[in-house]
């Protein structure tokens, strides 16, 4: 499997900035933005791939996986 399907790939809107905020929990802070909330996905998915990459050049270990959990069940009950 691809290493990039390992982690959770978030984008929401954001009140505070009026855009689109795309993170990837687990791999790296920050992320993109943006008002276009594909572009936003496309973008960040090109970050984590570069991310990934940077990792795996260097000869780091990747970061635990965070995909695979049930983020949505736990939203749903707290």
């Known amino acids: 499997m691809n290493e990039k399907y ?3 790939k978030i984008v929401e ?3 505070a900035d009026q855009c689109f905020v795309g993170s ?3 791999l790296f802070y920050g992320g993109c933005h943006g ?3 594909k572009q936003v996905f496309a973008e960040l ?3 984590v791939d570069e991310t990934i990459a940077s990792f795996l050049e260097n000869g780091d270990y990747l970061p635990p ?3 695979g959990k049930d983020y ?3 939203v749903l009950h707290t």
Do not use: L, N
Request: charged share 35%.
């Open 6 to 8: 390992r982690y959770v």
């Open 13 to 15: 809107w954001s009140d």
């Open 24 to 26: 990837c929990p687990g």
């Open 35 to 37: 008002t276009d909330e």
């Open 45 to 47: 998915c090109e970050i």
């Open 65 to 67: 996986a965070t995909a």
């Open 72 to 74: 949505a069940d736990k």
